[in-house]
Every structure is written in structure tokens, then in C-alpha cells.
């Protein structure tokens, strides 16, 4: 499909019962979240992902990639697929532009959400965010990624995944990440650092399950899922012992059961 300013986004639209749509983590794609597609699609559920623009199948605009923008893109997939009652489900990056879509669109089209290992509610320092990480360790991040993003790739894959985790699954991640555009990557981390969803946190008035790992080493439980649960009214927060950052890949039948039990 095509947005209003012209990028082309790769969408996926199986099935045809009640929607799911997953929005993927940073620096990856909607396959990120296969594990799921497979499963839901099987339960009789229709099946609704995208990559993100500058990411797998999508065009790579120069520009688009703050969290507004990004908003919107999901409100236009919604638009396009001609989606409601769905339950959107989130990892990481993703769970961020659910949160923003639904303060600037709001929730008719929604029933509920799923937000997975959330790098909300605000990564940044700032004097009244002293939970947040100064930005300068980002910038020194983002300096180590202009030189060699795909050693970067290789050093952190690890945690991302559990100990027990195969090779083979390690291996599908970190070619996944390191096919993506630096780019966009640098534009959509920019944005997931700096974006502030406290106030947005609170408006939203849909159900919402978080869960997240204990040992996510990518966005640390005290600093993300728990404050996100605790912002937003009435959520369920359903923490996982000792899961790490890519918990949808590394506990696929609890993720899948929870996931299930919370839509009915």
C-alpha cells in the first residue's frame, strides 16, 4: 500500500477472522514475529502485519521516521485493510507507535492491546524523568553504529535471546537486523529515545496486557514495562522470569497462550 506522502509500505493480510496486527521491533521486520502469525492464523484469526518504512519490504523514504509519522502509517494500514475491532500487538519500537497511534487517532478501531517488552513509557534523562538514561550514552551508541552497525549486530545478539536458544535462531536475528538500512535505523532510535509517552500512556482507554522479562537486557523491566503498566488505567502487567528482550521468539507457547487467553 501507499501512504498519504507517497511511501510504499509491504503489508501482509492473511485470514479472515478476528485481526490481529502486530507492529515489529526496531531494526527488524514483521517477521520478527512469525512465531505468531502461524499460530493465530491456525486459531481462525486474521493475520495483519506490516514492515515498517525503511525496514525488510518497505520503501526507505529520507525522512518519516518520527514517532508521528510512524503513527500514522499504522492508522493508514488500518485504513487501507479496512480494519476494526483488532487487537493490535506490539514488541520493543513497536509498542511505542501503537501507544502514539491511539493519542492521535484514538481507539474506534481498537479492542485491545498487547505490548511486549516496551521501550515506553521515556528511555531519555531529563530533570523529571531521572529514571532515564543521559543521552549521551545513545550518542555514543549511535557514533559506534556509523562505524560498524553490524559488529554492534553481532557483540548484542545474544542477550536478545535466551541462553538455550539455537544458533539457528540467533543466526535468522542478527541477519534480519543487519539487512536494514543504517539510516533509518539511527532516525527510528532517535525517535524511540526521544519520545515522550507519558501523557499518552494515561489517555488510553482500551484493555491492555504488558509483558515483559526480568532479564531484558535491551529495555530494562523497571525502566519500561513496569512504568508503562503502571501509566496506563486498568492494564495487566504479566512479567516473565528471567525472559530477555526477544521473549515473543524465546517463549513462543506462553507468549501465544497469553496472548490468546487475554483476546477470549
Not at 526507505?60 to 509519522?69: F, I, L, T
Not at 549511535?142 to 557483540?155: H, L, T, Y
Request: aromatic residues 8%; glycine residues 8%.
Amino acid at each position: 500500500m501507499k501512504t498519504r506522502d507517497g511511501t510504499e509500505l509491504f503489508v501482509k493480510d492473511w485470514g479472515t477472522g478476528e485481526p490481529m496486527v502486530f507492529v515489529h521491533s526496531w531494526a527488524l521486520t514483521n517477521d520478527i514475529w512469525q512465531y505468531q502469525h502461524a499460530h493465530f492464523l491456525a486459531q481462525g484469526r486474521r493475520v495483519v502485519a506490516f514492515d515498517r518504512r525503511g525496514h525488510g519490504r518497505s520503501a526507505q523514504p529520507g525522512d518519516g521516521y518520527d514517532m508521528d509519522r510512524l503513527a500514522d502509517d499504522l492508522d493508514e494500514v488500518l485504513q487501507d485493510r479496512g480494519v476494526t475491532n483488532a487487537t493490535l500487538i506490539g514488541h520493543s519500537m513497536g509498542c511505542a507507535e501503537i501507544i502514539r497511534y491511539l493519542a492521535r487517532h484514538g481507539s474506534a478501531r481498537i479492542a485491545r492491546v498487547v505490548l511486549a517488552a516496551p521501550t515506553t513509557p521515556f528511555l531519555l534523562h531529563t530533570p523529571d524523568n531521572p529514571m532515564g538514561v543521559p543521552r549521551a550514552r545513545f550518542e555514543a551508541q549511535w557514533s559506534e553504529w556509523r562505524k560498524d552497525f553490524a559488529r554492534w549486530i553481532r557483540d548484542n545478539a545474544r542477550p536478545f535471546f535466551a541462553p538455550d536458544t539455537s544458533n539457528a535462531i540467533v543466526d535468522w536475528g542478527v541477519t534480519m537486523m543487519a539487512s536494514q538500512s543504517l539510516h533509518p535505523v539511527l532516525a527510528c532510535s532517535e525517535a524511540m529515545v526521544t519520545s515522550d509517552l507519558r501523557a499518552d500512556c494515561a489517555r488510553i482507554d482500551v484493555p491492555v496486557l504488558v509483558i515483559h522479562g526480568t532479564a531484558d537486557a535491551s529495555a530494562p523491566i523497571a525502566l519500561t514495562g513496569k512504568r508503562t503498566a503502571e501509566l496506563i488505567p486498568g492494564a495487566r502487567f504479566q512479567v516473565y522470569d528471567g525472559a530477555p528482550h526477544g521473549l515473543m521468539v524465546t517463549h513462543v507457547e506462553r507468549v501465544n497462550a497469553d496472548i490468546t487467553a487475554f483476546c477470549g
